[in-house]
């Protein structure tokens, strides 16, 4: 979109981009740009919240008056206000890591059973070895350099929250997002884990493992984790 943005400029037509991931606007540099802190595939916050999504459209149209120089960029401070729902404590999630890992990998092809269909495959893996692959990484205390490709790590790391994230959905009542995303980063061990690895990733020589850095934990959480 921050691509479009400058051809459409540049067509005389203004354009203001809405930003989820602050990084691709910062290195393309559209004409005008409003950063906000919600997950990905919600720009405008929650669906629910139309007022919030109003205030969202008039901080974005708002920099239209401003005349540049570009780029413009703003920043919406609101949040998602998704309301939070209880998460009901999945089988042994107070163990450790590989115990935790095991149940919801259970919990998760219960699931894949009851509804036929599920988003897990980016890493090419079987979601066991896709499991036992994270495992090991996580016992390896952050020398992950030189033995999988950043690429590959972006992939396996999707494809292990879309299990746990599919196997807390099969809970009933489903959970709405903003609650799965509580729960994830702040009551699991994955969540935990893959918090580390993004502290490990960024102090790394490694620039792929620098860029993957950026999509281990959301840009919501960052701040929320004060990371």
Not at 38 to 50: I, M
Not at 56 to 75: H, K, Q, S, T, W
Not at 154 to 168: G, M, Q, S
């Amino acid at each position: 979109m921050c691509t479009l943005a400058h051809s459409l400029e540049n067509a005389g037509i203004a354009t203001v981009v809405i930003s989820l991931i602050r990084m691709h606007s910062d290195i393309i540099r559209p004409p005008r740009a409003l950063f906000v802190p919600f997950e990905l595939g919600r720009p405008l916050g929650d669906p629910r919240d139309t007022d919030g999504q109003k205030a969202v459209l008039r901080a974005a149209l708002g920099l239209l008056e401003n005349p540049g120089p570009g780029p413009v960029f703003g920043a919406f401070e609101g949040r998602d206000r998704t309301t939070p729902t209880t998460v009901q404590p999945l089988p042994r999630a107070d163990l450790d890591f590989q115990a935790e890992i095991s149940d919801i990998l259970s919990l998760y092809h219960r699931a894949f059973v009851s509804k036929g269909r599920t988003t897990f495959g980016n890493s090419g893996l079987t979601p066991k070895d896709c499991c036992a692959q994270f495992t090991e990484l996580a016992r390896q205390n952050g020398k992950f350099t030189g033995r999988y490709s950043g690429k590959h790590l972006r992939f396996l790391i999707d494809d292990l929250k879309t299990i746990y994230f599919e196997a807390a959905c099969y809970q009933q009542p489903p959970l709405a997002s903003a609650s799965l995303h509580n729960w994830f980063w702040q009551g699991t061990r994955a969540g935990a884990v893959l918090t580390e690895m993004r502290a490990d990733f960024l102090k790394s020589d490694n620039k792929s493992l620098k860029l993957v850095a950026n999509f281990i934990v959301p840009g919501e959480w960052v701040d929320t984790l004060n990371l």
